[in-house]
C-alpha cells in the first residue's frame, strides 16, 4: 500500500477561507477515491494562512477488480439445436470481450438469456490522481475568487507552489503555470526556504523546524496551552471563546503567545466596549480575575518568535491604548447628550432605497410592537414596549457605535441606563436585536421579544415587497436569519398569536409610507409560506421530524408555536401502529370521495342500514365535540391518541360496508358520512400528506 501528500502554496488565505479550503481539500479527495473504488486507510487535511494539504495513507496502487454481469440475447437466439453457440451468439460474447468460460444463461421473468461475466481493467491510482487533482483545488467553494496572472485560473489567493508526493517520488501535476515539485516553504519571515520532503513524517516535522506547524489542530492546543499557563501564573480566569481562538489559529503559522496590559483608566469603559476592542478588532484574548471583573491583562498571538518578547507586549500595549482611547473619548462625547435626541437625525440614515429611513422603520417598529401587544393580549406596560421601539435605533448614530458597529443596541442600553430610563426600556434597546446569529442568546423580557419581532417583521415584509426576496443561497437582506429568529423566539416565549394577522397588519402599514407595484395580499401568503418554510427547516434538522408531518398540519395552523407543537406530536403518533392504519384508512376514504368527486356533507341518519354506519355517526358527533373541547385547552394529544382509537371501528366499516351501493341515495349518504369524516380530522391535520 502507498500514500500520496498534496499541498497547495498560497498567499496569506482569510481567516474563513482557511476552513473551506481544508473541507473541501479532504471532500473532494474522499469523495475522488470513493468514486473509482479505489481503497485507502487514513486521509487527513490540514493547513495553515498559507498552505493546504492533504495526505492519504494504506492507498491502493490501483482500483478493485470490476466483475461486470451482462445480458445478451435470449437462449433460443444464440444457441443451435445442438446447444452450441451459433453464429449470433459468438458475435455477442466477442463484441463484449466476454471469455467462452465465463458465459452463463440468465433466468428472468421474460424468459433465458445468455450472459456472462466481463472482468473490466481496473484503473492506477496515479491516472486517477493526476486526471483529477485540479479539479478539485479549482472547485473549491470560496464566497470569492481572483486571478493573478494570464492562466486564467481563479483562487482564493495566488498559488505560489504544489507539493506532490506519490510514494516518495514526485507526482507531476500542472495548474495554470505552476508545475508541482517536491519542494514546500518554510515561515515567511522567520526561515522563507525551500524544504525538500518524500514524506509525511517528514513534511510535518522539517516544516516545524522551520517556524511552520501545519497541522491547525496541533496549534490550536499551543495556543490553549499558552493561556492556560498565563492564567494559572497571574490567578485569572479565562472565558473559553471557541470563536476567537478558532480565528487567531487560522491567522498564524507559529503562535506565540504574549502576556501584555493596557491602563487601568480604561477599566472605566463599559465591559462589552472593552471586550469588542480586544476580540474584534485585536484579536486579543481578554482576562478576568476570579471574581468575575475584567482585568487590565491580555494575550495577544504573534506569528512571531521575537528576540525581545517585551518589544511585542510594548506594541501590543501600544497599539490596544490607541483604540481604547478613542473609544473612551467617544464615550465621555455621547453621555453628554440626550440618545432621543438623535431620533430625528435618522432622518438621513437611509434603511433601504425604496423602504425609507432609518426614523421611518423606527415608526413602524412602534406602530407593529402595539399592534402585536394587542395582538398577544399581554399584561405588560405597554408604554415600556413603545419606548424601546422609539429609542431602538437612536443609537445607531453615537459616535461610538459609528467607530464600533458591533456595539449597537448595547450602547443604547448603556445609554440610556446612564440617562435614566428604567431596566425594562434600557435591557430592551439591546434585547430587540436578538437574536442576530444561529447560536445567540434571546431576549429575556417579553418587552424584548416583542420590540424584536417587530423590528424583524418588518425588514422581511418591507424587502418582500420590493422584491428583495432570497433565492437558492443568495439572502443579502439576512431574512431568512431573521425569520429564524422571529422563529425562535415565538417559540421558545410560547407566544400564540396569528402570523398571518401579523404581516397583513405590516403590508398594510407599508401601504400607508409609499405605493409598490405588487398584490400585498399574495405578498402577505409569500411571507407566511416563507417564515413557515424556515419553521420547518428548523424542526428538520433541529428536532429530527420528517418533511411530510410538517406538511400535514403546516395549513392548519398559523400560530407558529402551536404549529410546531403539534408537528412534533404528530411525528411521535407516526410510529403508532393503531395511527398508521387510521392513516391508511384515512387515504382510502379521500380516494373515494375525489374519485367520485363528491363534496357534500350532509346525510341522512335514517338512510342507514347497518350498524358500521350508526357506529361510524357516533365516532364523528363525539370527535368533534371532543376537538372543540381539546382545542380550547391546546389538548392536541389527546386528540391524536383519540383519532388513535379509530382503527377498529373504520376497519369494521369497510370491512362490512360496500360505501358504493347501488341504490343511488345510499351511496351518496355513505359518501356524505365519509366526506363528514375526512373533514373532521382534516381540521386538525391532513394525513393524506403523511408518507410510510
Same mark, same amino acid.
Given at each position: ?67 461486470? %454481469?451482462?445480458?445478451?440475447?435470449? *437462449? +433460443?437466439?444464440?444457441?443451435? !439445436? $445442438?446447444?452450441?453457440?451459433?453464429? &449470433? #451468439? ?117 516544516? %516545524?523546524?522551520?517556524?511552520?506547524? *501545519? +497541522?491547525?489542530?496541533?496549534? !490550536? $492546543?499551543?495556543?490553549?496551552?499558552? &493561556? #492556560? ?464
Amino acid at each position: 500500500m502507498g500514500y500520496y501528500l498534496f499541498e497547495v502554496g498560497v498567499e496569506e488565505l482569510p481567516v474563513t477561507y482557511l476552513n473551506i479550503a481544508i473541507k473541501h481539500l479532504s471532500q473532494g479527495f474522499a469523495n475522488l477515491l470513493d468514486k473509482y473504488d479505489v481503497e485507502y486507510g487514513k486521509l487527513k487535511s490540514s493547513g495553515t494562512p498559507r498552505r493546504v494539504y492533504v495526505y492519504i495513507e494504506d492507498l491502493a496502487e490501483s482500483q478493485k477488480n470490476k466483475r461486470k %454481469e451482462i445480458i445478451g440475447p435470449p *437462449v +433460443n437466439v444464440a444457441f443451435n !439445436k $445442438e446447444g452450441e453457440l451459433n453464429e &449470433i #451468439g459468438l458475435k455477442f460474447i466477442k463484441s463484449k470481450g466476454i471469455n467462452k468460460n465465463n458465459i452463463k444463461i440468465i433466468e428472468r421473468p421474460k424468459g433465458k438469456y445468455l450472459g456472462g461475466i466481463v472482468e473490466e481493467s481496473s484503473k492506477k491510482t496515479v491516472s486517477i490522481l493526476l486526471e483529477n487533482i485540479v479539479n478539485i483545488v479549482l472547485s473549491t467553494p470560496f464566497p470569492k475568487t481572483m486571478r493573478w496572472d494570464d492562466s486564467k485560473i481563479y483562487f482564493a489567493r495566488p498559488i505560489r507552489w504544489l507539493l506532490s508526493i506519490y510514494n516518495g517520488e514526485l507526482l507531476p501535476i500542472k495548474l495554470g503555470n505552476l508545475e508541482a515539485d517536491i519542494y514546500t516553504w518554510g515561515h515567511r519571515f522567520l526561515d522563507n526556504n525551500k524544504i525538500e520532503v518524500y514524506r509525511y513524517n517528514d513534511y510535518e516535522r522539517k516544516l %516545524e523546524e522551520k517556524f511552520v506547524i *501545519v +497541522n491547525k489542530d496541533k496549534r !490550536k $492546543e499551543r495556543v490553549k496551552d499558552f &493561556i #492556560g499557563k498565563a492564567i494559572e501564573k497571574y490567578d485569572l480566569s479565562f472565558e473559553y471563546d471557541k470563536e476567537l481562538i478558532e480565528e487567531v489559529v487560522n491567522l498564524v503559522e507559529y503562535p506565540e503567545g504574549v502576556i501584555s496590559t493596557f491602563d487601568r483608566k480604561f477599566l472605566e469603559l463599559p465591559e462589552e466596549v472593552l471586550i469588542t476592542t480586544m476580540k474584534n478588532h485585536q484579536k486579543f484574548f481578554y482576562l478576568r480575575e476570579k471574581s468575575g471583573k475584567l482585568t487590565n491583562r491580555f494575550i495577544g498571538i504573534s506569528n512571531i518568535v521575537p528576540l525581545k518578547k517585551e518589544t511585542i507586549e510594548q506594541g501590543y500595549s501600544k497599539v490596544l491604548k490607541a483604540r481604547l482611547s478613542d473609544a473612551l473619548f467617544f464615550f465621555e462625547k455621547d453621555k453628554k447628550k440626550s440618545l432621543l435626541d438623535n431620533l430625528y437625525k435618522l432622518k438621513g440614515v437611509v434603511f433601504q432605497e425604496r423602504l425609507g429611513t432609518i426614523y421611518d422603520k423606527t415608526l413602524r417598529i412602534e406602530r407593529i410592537s402595539e399592534y402585536l401587544y394587542n395582538l398577544l393580549g399581554c399584561s405588560c406596560d405597554i408604554k415600556n414596549i413603545k419606548r424601546i421601539a422609539r429609542l431602538s435605533k437612536c443609537d445607531l448614530i453615537t459616535e461610538m457605535v459609528l467607530e464600533f458597529p458591533e456595539l449597537q443596541g448595547y450602547m443604547g442600553k448603556i445609554y440610556t441606563s446612564i440617562q435614566g430610563e428604567n431596566n425594562i426600556v434600557s435591557e430592551g434597546i439591546y434585547e430587540h436585536y436578538l437574536p442576530r446569529h444561529s447560536s445567540d442568546e434571546l431576549p429575556t423580557t417579553i418587552e424584548g421579544a416583542i420590540v424584536s419581532i417587530s423590528d424583524k417583521i418588518d425588514t422581511i415584509v418591507g424587502n418582500f415587497l420590493v422584491g428583495n426576496i432570497p433565492t437558492g443561497n443568495l439572502d443579502p437582506y439576512a431574512l431568512r436569519r431573521d425569520a429564524r429568529g422571529i422563529i425562535s423566539i415565538i417559540c421558545e416565549k410560547e407566544l400564540d398569536f396569528n402570523i398571518f394577522e401579523l404581516v397583513n397588519f405590516v403590508v398594510r402599514l407599508y401601504n400607508e409610507y409609499g405605493n409598490f407595484d405588487v398584490n400585498r395580499q399574495d405578498v402577505v401568503v409569500e411571507v407566511v409560506d416563507f417564515i413557515k418554510q424556515r419553521l420547518k427547516q428548523m424542526l428538520i434538522s433541529q428536532d429530527n421530524i420528517t418533511p411530510d408531518i410538517f406538511e400535514a398540519v403546516s395549513d392548519k395552523y398559523n400560530s407558529l408555536c402551536l404549529l410546531k407543537e403539534i408537528a412534533l406530536t404528530l411525528n411521535e403518533f407516526k410510529a403508532s401502529s393503531d395511527f398508521k392504519i387510521v392513516t391508511i384508512i384515512y387515504k382510502r376514504i379521500n380516494n373515494i370521495i375525489l374519485k367520485n368527486n363528491w363534496s357534500i356533507e350532509h346525510y341522512d341518519t335514517n338512510l342507514f342500514d347497518s350498524e358500521y354506519e350508526w357506529e361510524l355517526h357516533s365516532i364523528i358527533t363525539k370527535f368533534s365535540e371532543f376537538i372543540n373541547i381539546k382545542k380550547k385547552e391546546k389538548g392536541y394529544r389527546d386528540i391524536l391518541e383519540k383519532m388513535a382509537t379509530f382503527s377498529k371501528p373504520l376497519n369494521n366499516f369497510f370491512d362490512n360496508v360496500l360505501v358504493i351501493d347501488k341504490n343511488n341515495d345510499i351511496r351518496e349518504n355513505r359518501l356524505a358520512l365519509l366526506l363528514t369524516l375526512r373533514n373532521t380530522i382534516n381540521s386538525i391535520c391532513d394525513l393524506s400528506k403523511i408518507i410510510y
